[in-house]
C-alpha cells in the first residue's frame, strides 16, 4: 500500500492510498471520488503526462511521492 499525494496548485492537496500494481485511471478514480470531480476529466503529471493505462509501479511512482494534478 502506497501514499500518493496530488496538489492542484489552487489549495487542493489530496492524498490517496493505493497500491503499486493500480493503474493511473485506477488513482484518478480515488481522487474523484475525494474531490467531486469526474474521473476522466482528471491528469496527473510530474514530467510527464501520465497515461491510464500504465501501472504506478511501471511510472516508478513510490510512497509519499507528490504529483500535480490539472483538471481538463
Known amino acids: ?30 481522487i474523484a471520488a475525494q474531490t467531486g470531480t469526474r ?9 510527464t503526462i501520465f497515461k491510464d493505462h500504465v501501472s504506478l509501479g511501471d511510472y516508478e511512482i513510490h510512497d509519499g511521492m507528490n504529483l500535480e494534478l490539472y483538471y481538463q
Do not use: P, Q, S
Open 1 to 30: 500500500m502506497i501514499e500518493v499525494v496530488c496538489n492542484d496548485r489552487l489549495g487542493k492537496k489530496v492524498r490517496v492510498k493505493c497500491n503499486a500494481d493500480d493503474t493511473v485511471g485506477d488513482l484518478k478514480k480515488l
Open 39 to 47: 474521473w476522466n476529466k482528471i491528469v496527473l503529471k510530474w514530467y
